[in-house]
Nanobody, 120 residues
Framework: QVELVESGGGLVQAGDSLRLSCAASRRTVGSYTMGWFRQAPGKEREFVAAITWTSTYYADSVKGRFTISRDNAKNTVYLQMNNLNPEDTAVYYC???????????????WGKGTLVTVSS
């Protein structure tokens, strides 16, 4: 079991940037996938971005604006979010999977989430 703790959420204005962090309780290198999902009020949880040992992939809605990265020495994954807009407002959840991740059912461990609010 991997415990995940997110940080970095907050209230920003449209066009601003924000960086989320996710610290894992143990090493998650190798064939594992780390990533982020988000859930807006009244909507289902949706995939945002993921990173494996060799690649990254993104939801179309954030491609070109968000960047996912990892620091293996710190067991930490980051999500750099640029040019934020009100549609990005959601609770952002860090996620761990022993396979790829594109839907919530792929996930083996979740963080508790961090709220990102983007005002217009």
């Amino acid at each position: 079991q991997v415990e995940l703790v997110e940080s970095g959420g907050g209230l920003v204005q449209a066009g601003d940037s924000l960086r989320l962090s996710c610290a894992a309780s143990r090493r998650t290198v190798g064939s594992y996938t780390m990533g982020w999902f988000r859930q807006a009020p009244g909507k289902e949880r949706e995939f945002v971005a993921a990173i494996t040992w060799t690649s990254t992939y993104y939801a179309d809605s954030v491609k070109g604006r968000f960047t996912i990265s990892r620091d293996n020495a710190k067991n930490t994954v980051y999500l750099q979010m640029n040019n934020l807009n009100p549609e990005d407002t959601a609770v952002y959840y860090c996620a761990f999977s022993r396979q790829t991740m594109t839907v919530p059912s792929d996930i083996n461990s979740w963080g508790k989430g961090t709220l990102v609010t983007v005002s217009s």
